[in-house]
């Protein structure tokens, strides 16, 4: 069973300040089938990054993916109000069941 | 417009059951596998079952093995969880997801609004 852990726990930064969360795995995802969603105060999750780079349809351009084997990373260029809200990354392709990380909270500084 | 709606939150006893459901719409619904994400409250997201676009295939997370069972009608384009001998650490928001594809589960491009499930005496 991978297990994902993310980190920070809780990333305190400005408006229009870089952010990066990492997610580190305790084995290696194959073939980088690692995603990324956010997730606001109330709402469902939404899909943002797939096949740890690739931007789901909708995504602007500031989202970024990164990383292979067990070390990924999100990178949000430059952070926008409406980004702040907790991101979770997810395994998958497997043959093991699905597994989320425990989440980063992007919190207004 | 790709569309999931949960339905049949509430609270319910301990021990007791309770069957959620989700309607799709602006697919598909036959051509994907999908799954049910909980998360309780002011914690991360839980995977808890998956199953495939014809029914056979059900897998789910330990957490609900022998309790609960997934089940969908693509007849009626809906999703189901059938959720027995509830705990009180069942107490969550019920999410229905689709996965992009069918086989082994992948990521998920459409979540529903999730439905909150309740267990208290």
């Known amino acids: 069973e991978i297990v994902l852990t993310q980190s920070p726990g809780t990333l305190s930064l400005s408006p229009g300040e870089r952010a990066t969360l990492s997610c580190r795995a305790s084995?290696?995802?194959?073939?980088?089938?690692l995603a990324w969603y956010q997730q606001k105060r109330g709402q469902a999750p939404r899909l943002l990054l797939y096949?740890?780079?690739s931007r789901a349809a909708g995504i602007p351009d500031r989202f970024s993916g990164s990383g292979s084997g067990t070390d990924f990373t999100l990178t949000i260029s430059r952070l926008e109000p409406e980004d702040f809200a907790v991101y979770y990354c997810?395994?998958?392709?497997?043959?093991?069941?699905?597994?989320f990380g425990q989440g980063t909270r992007v919190e207004i500084k | 417009q790709v569309h999931l709606v949960e339905s049949g939150g509430g609270v319910v006893q301990p021990g007791r059951s309770l069957r959620v459901s989700c309607a799709a719409s602006?697919?598909?619904?036959?051509?994907?596998?999908m799954h049910w994400v909980r998360q309780a409250p002011g914690k991360g997201l839980e995977w808890v079952a998956v199953?495939?676009?014809?029914?056979?295939?059900?897998l789910y997370a330990d957490s609900v093995k022998g309790r609960f069972t997934i089940s969908r009608d693509n007849s009626k384009n809906t999703l189901y969880l059938q959720m027995n001998s509830l705990r009180a650490e069942d107490t969550a928001v019920y999410y229905c997801?689709?996965?992009?594809?069918?086989?082994?589960?992948?990521?998920?491009?459409?979540w529903g609004q999730g439905t909150l499930v309740t267990v208290s005496s």
């Open positions: 096949g740890a780079s």
């Open positions: 602006g697919f598909t619904f036959s051509s994907y596998d």
């Open positions: 997801a689709r996965d992009i594809t069918v086989g082994v589960p992948d990521y998920f491009d459409c």
């Open positions: 084995q290696s995802v194959n073939g980088n089938y």
């Open positions: 997810q395994q998958y392709g497997t043959s093991v069941l699905v597994a």
């Open positions: 199953i495939s676009i014809d029914g056979n295939i059900k």
